[in-house]
Structures are given as C-alpha cells and as structure tokens.
C-alpha cells in the first residue's frame, strides 16, 4: 500500500491531507508541513483478530478527596493556576520569547521549593551557570531547586524517574526531542511526541510538569497551540514591549477557572507582583480630560479598573480610519453604529482612534457604555464628570443592558476613591455608600444627560 502522507499547521495543529501555502483552519500562512510518517504499528494494519484486556468501569459517585493542591506563596501565580498547584498536573506556559517566561517559572519554582515541593527545572536553551547566575541576582540561590540542561528527552524522563520529584519544569518544549520521530527538534511531531510522553509520564507517575512553550512567527517551528488539547491547563504570559508588567492568563483550566489573570511587573530583581493592578491600569491624570473613561470591568474573579482613550479627528478625503488597541475592533463598529443609528450621533467623516491604557486587553462587552463614553466625550469635546467610572453592555436597539458582578465593580471603583458610576438600568446593586449612581435605560440617554448632544 502506497504511504499517504499528512501535513499539519504549525500554528494551530490542523491536519490538512496536503500540502497548502494557507491552513484553513486558522488563516496563517506558510505554517503547513509534512508530518513524520507513523509507524505500521496496530492502527495501521488494523485491529484484526487480537483482543485487547477488559478495563475496569466505575461509578460517578466517589469518595475521594479533591486534589490536594499546594500554593507557592506567589499569589498571583496561586489564582491563575486555580488556588495553587495539583499533583500530576501538566500545564503549558506559552508566550513570546523574551517575555519573561523562564523568569516567572525560576521563580515559581523557587517558591515551591522552598515550600517542600520536591522540583527539577530542565532547561534545553540556557546553561546551568547562566541559569544560576540569573537565581543569585533574583536572590533565589538558596532555594532547593535541581538544575540541569538537556534536550534529549530519554535522559530526562529515565532522570525524572529516578529523581521523583513533585515539579518538573522543562523550558522549553520545542528544544525537546525524542530519537523515535525522525524530525527536528521545534517540529509539529517532535512538539506533538515530546509533549504526549511528559504529560503521560506527569499521570503516571504523579509528577507535576510544566512545559514552557514559545509562540512562534514563523511556521518552521510549532508553536504553544499544538500542546493545548494535550495539558489540563493553559497559561499565557502577556505584556507588551515597552510596558514593564505581565499578564499571565489561563486560557484553559480543568481544576480551576479559566480567564483569571495574575499581574506582575518585570524589574531588575525579576518579576514582582501587582496585587492591585487597576492601580497600574489608570493614568495618573487628576484632571478629567475628553475622551477618557473609565470602565469598572472584572477580569476572572477580580475586579479590575482600566481607562478607554479615545480620538475622534476629521479625516482627510476619503476612507475614515478606525484603528483599536486593546479590544475587539468589530465591537468598536458596532458602537458606532448603534450611536449613528439611535442616537443621531454620525462619525461618518471623522477618524477614530480608540486605545485600552497601560497596555490592557479587555474582551467583557461590559466595557460597551466606557467605550461609548469615550468616543462621545472625544467627539463633543466634553470631559466626564470627575471621578467616574462606567460600565453596562449595548444593544444592538440601542438599550443598556445589566452586567454581572455590579457590587464588586462598584466597590472596587470606591476603594480606588471615585465617587460615581454611570451603569444600567436595572443593575442589581446593593448598598455602596459614598458612591452616586446613575442608572441609564438607553444609550440615548447618556447622549442627553451627560453630553447634552443628540
Ligand atoms: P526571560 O525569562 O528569559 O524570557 P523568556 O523565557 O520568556 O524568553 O526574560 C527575558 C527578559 O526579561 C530579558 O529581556 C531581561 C528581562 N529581565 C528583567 O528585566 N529583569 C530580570 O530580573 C530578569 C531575570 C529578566
Ligand atoms: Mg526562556
């Protein structure tokens, strides 16, 4: 029988049956390879005549106890990981090379360590003396932490085995490679493979692992997404150049909520940590300027306030520019649609520039009324009452819809000294004293009462 070949992306894992410039998939170009051919193992020939061993079956109902978890003592690494981590997890921390992620993870492990968590930090990109240079100068020296660089996956796991840690960080995956898949070390199959034997060894075994992943541009090497499926949790560490701090984000958590955030800030002794980021988040400007909201907004579990700029500038002849930074730019039309539409307000001719401060990204459509608050204070020139905060979702009728969470977004914006909220209509609040609310049916009514436009 002829050998048919696979190809899959190197992007997003997708296995294509021939060769293409584009996956269809997920859109990126030049990222489909040909994948290593499978040995005639029993899926090849097929089942036949052989039988396989009975597996026991149980019950739903158990008695177990939930997974004891232990926390590292870096909070905001606790909440990601979803109160601290379970044994013979596997999580994947992906990112951008130069981010940060073997910082966080020396320091994670470190912190573990010290807390009796038995770990084995393997690194297939940096020397041991480079990595024990970088732990001196984060004062993490004496942390109980066992080093060592390698790349061949058969040393490390007959190590590990014999080691029996609680942790093994390996940094990262797509240095690792197996002698039985005859590719390059960073390919789709050897990622694929490196990653399927560790997370089989961490169950097996009752050995945490970590695999460091870096997002990659180019299609040659596979990136943090081909190992997604393979992990119970998910974690990208976030930040944009230029700014100094962090977001590590879980995008995937079986033993714990998905989207919690943890803030750090990335200094000369390595990351620390930001446990009130809406701080970080708001600009420092005392004065109210036009065009500036601020959004009450929740990311995970905690309330997080974050300032929407926005420019509103005639354009020159021709095609308008709307150009976003920090949240989703479909959402951005529709807003200005809805205030063409419903509430007269045109931005026909007028460009439209619209950034999240510090470097945030936000995805609640909680953040709708802020971010129509802030193109309308651009574009009549009018600056929102001092110490405001907005949140509320649009319609696509015009109406402002009730979010959740409405206490723990107005307490938040209280702690933080503002003194009043713009929210909608039949928002749930209880009592928070010292903060004036005002509840707003429709967009058309912020149009009047605030700007006095429309
Ligand atoms: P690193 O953890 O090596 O990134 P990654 O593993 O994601 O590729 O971090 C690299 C950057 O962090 C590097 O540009 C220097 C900076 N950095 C600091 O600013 N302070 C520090 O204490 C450390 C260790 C790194
Ligand atoms: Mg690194």
């Known amino acids: 029988m002829a050998k048919t070949a696979s190809f899959s992306c190197s992007n997003c894992g997708a296995i294509h049956s021939k060769w293409s410039g584009r996956c269809d998939d997920c859109g990126a170009w030049n990222t489909i390879a040909e994948d290593a051919p499978l040995s005639a193992g029993p899926s090849a020939k097929g089942l036949g005549a052989a039988r396989g061993t009975t597996i026991p079956l149980s019950d739903l109902a158990s008695t177990e106890k939930p997974p004891e978890r232990t926390k590292s003592g870096i909070a905001e690494l606790d909440r990601v990981l979803g109160g601290g981590i ?40 940096e020397a041991s003396a480079q990595i024990r240079m970088r732990a001196k100068r984060l004062g993490l020296a004496d ?23 609680d942790l093994v960080i390996i940094d990262s995956i797509q240095t690792m490679w197996l002698d039985t898949v005859d590719s390059a070390p960073g390919s789709v199959s050897q990622v694929r493979a490196t990653a399927h034997e560790l997370t089989t060894f961490a169950k097996k075994r009752g050995v945490s692992v970590i695999l460091v992943g870096h997002v990659t541009k180019e299609g040659q090497i596979a990136g943090p997404r081909v190992v997604e499926h393979m992990v119970d949790t998910v974690l990208y560490f976030e930040g944009e150049r230029g700014h100094q701090f962090r977001i590590l984000r879980a995008v995937k958590n079986r033993f714990g909520p998905a989207d919690e955030i943890g803030v750090f800030e990335m200094t000369g002794e390595g990351l620390s940590e930001v446990p009130n980021p809406s701080v970080l988040f708001l600009s420092e400007n005392d004065t109210p300027a036009s065009g500036s909201a601020v959004f009450a907004g929740i ?76 193109l309308l204070s651009a574009r009549e020139d009018i600056a929102l009452p001092k110490g405001t905060v907005v949140f509320g979702e649009i319609s696509l009728s015009g109406h402002v819809r009730p979010v959740g969470q409405t206490e723990t977004r107005l307490k938040e914006a209280k702690k933080l000294g503002f003194t009043q909220a713009l929210l909608p209509d039949r928002s749930k609040i209880g009592t928070v004293a010292g903060l004036k609310v005002q509840k707003l049916p429709d967009l058309a009514t912020m149009v009047g009462d605030i700007f006095g436009a429309g």
């Open 299 to 374: 990311e995970g579990t905690r309330p997080v306030l974050c300032e929407f700029q926005a420019l509103v500038s005639p354009a020159p002849a021709g095609q308008a520019r709307r150009s976003v930074v920090g949240w989703d730019g479909g959402r951005l039309s529709m807003i200005l649609a809805v205030l063409e539409a419903r509430c007269g307000i045109p931005f026909a001719g007028l460009d439209v520039y619209l950034n999240v401060a510090g470097g945030l990204r936000v995805s609640e459509p909680a953040a709708d009324l802020a971010v129509a608050a802030a």
């Open 86 to 125: 379970v044994p013979a997890s596997a999580i994947l921390v992906g990112g951008d090379p130069g981010i940060g992620k073997s910082t966080l993870l020396l320091q994670g492990a470190a912190a573990f360590a010290r807390r009796g968590i038995h770990s084995v930090y393997i690194s297939g990109e």
């Open 143 to 165: 942390a109980p932490v066992k080093l060592a660089t390698e790349t061949d996956l058969r040393n490390i796991l007959t190590t590990i085995e014999k080691e029996a840690p």
